[in-house]
């Protein structure tokens, strides 16, 4: 069956203090893998999407890299308004193309 | 330029009702998706609809149906409230079917009592 796991699922990081966010799943077919942040009571916010082993995405003070098994969101330098939910999701081809499958996310804090 | 954009933003119905949420997409995109996002979970796909027509279908209940207007807005029904309804719902919109870059609403936040 499909997956996608986010860890931790929580995370508490001081400004200024680098970390990484984990997703690994197992879907076949992988499309793309997906990234996306939300502020609580709001939409996600899409940040990146990434297509296959190898590739690297960045923005500000995140970067998103892709393994076969797994990405990682790191967040170098975080600040407070960094703080949010970040989601990650998938997407197949074939028969299920355009549906995403999310993970239950982390949830980021980071305080002054 | 105008996100997404889903009406109304908060919404309490009573078990046993109707209920029905709108979603405008982003000006030139075709295809509107709608998950439903439980408390502390990742969000779940309900249906997609490109071209007007349905692309995809979650696993939800008879109950949820939906639709594609003319213009690429959609509206999602659920008939027959459940307490387990509850959630918020999330439209999102992108260019193509393969939602390579979809954009999300604000959603709306559905209460059952």
């Known amino acids: 069956e499909d997956q996608v796991t986010q860890s931790p699922e929580a995370l508490r990081l001081q400004e200024g203090e680098s970390s990484s966010l984990n997703c690994s799943y197992t879907?076949?077919?992988?499309?793309?893998l997906f990234w996306y942040r939300q502020d609580p009571g709001k939409g996600p916010e899409f940040l990146f999407t990434?297509?296959?082993a190898g590739e690297e995405k960045e923005k500000e003070r995140l970067k998103a890299t892709l393994t076969k098994k797994e990405s990682f969101l790191h967040i170098t330098a975080p600040k407070p308004e960094d703080s949010a939910t970040y989601l990650c999701?998938?997407?197949?081809?074939?028969?299920?193309?355009?549906?995403?499958?999310f993970g239950r996310g982390t949830q980021l804090t980071v305080w002054p | 330029d105008a996100g997404v954009t889903q009406s109304p933003t908060h919404l309490i119905k009573t078990r046993g009702q109707h209920v029905t949420l709108r979603c405008s997409p982003i000006?030139?995109?075709?295809?509107v998706s709608w998950y439903q996002q439980v408390l502390g979970q990742g969000p779940q796909f309900i249906f997609q609809?490109?071209?007007?027509?349905?692309?995809g279908r979650g696993n939800f209940p008879d109950r949820f149906s939906a639709r594609q207007f003319p213009n690429y807005s959609s509206e999602l029904n659920v008939n027959a409230l459940l307490l387990g309804d509850s959630a918020l719902y999330l439209c999102?919109?992108?260019?193509?079917?393969?939602?390579?870059?979809?954009?999300f609403g604000q959603g709306t936040r559905l209460t059952v009592v």
């Open positions: 999102a919109s992108s260019l193509d079917r393969t939602n390579t870059e979809a954009f």
């Open positions: 879907v076949s077919g992988l499309r793309g």
């Open positions: 990434l297509y296959s």
């Open positions: 999701a998938v997407g197949r081809g074939g028969s299920t193309l355009g549906r995403l499958y």
């Open positions: 000006s030139g995109h075709k295809s």
């Open positions: 609809y490109y071209e007007k027509e349905e692309r």
